[in-house]
């Protein structure tokens, strides 16, 4: 393979990561700004417990 070859490879392979990136950012930043809640039912006796995630990190830019 030409070295011109491997560079634009490589190019197109950094910018995919860079929009792969820019994604999960975007979701994490989405998911963060309001709590997140979890039921999971006790498989002995049935009960079902509410777990709520929150935020205490402030994120920066646009909301």
Excluded: H
């Excluded at 998911?31 to 049935?46: D, H, L, N, S, Y």
Aim: contains cysteine; hydrophobic residues 40%.
């Amino acid at each position: 393979m030409e070295p011109e070859q491997v560079q634009k490879r490589l190019e197109m392979l950094d910018q995919r990561l860079d929009n792969i990136d820019s994604m999960v950012t975007a979701l994490v930043e989405r998911v963060m700004r309001q709590p997140v809640i979890m039921e999971v039912t006790c498989p002995k006796c049935g009960s079902v417990v509410q777990i709520m995630l929150t935020s205490s990190t402030k994120l920066g830019g646009k909301g």
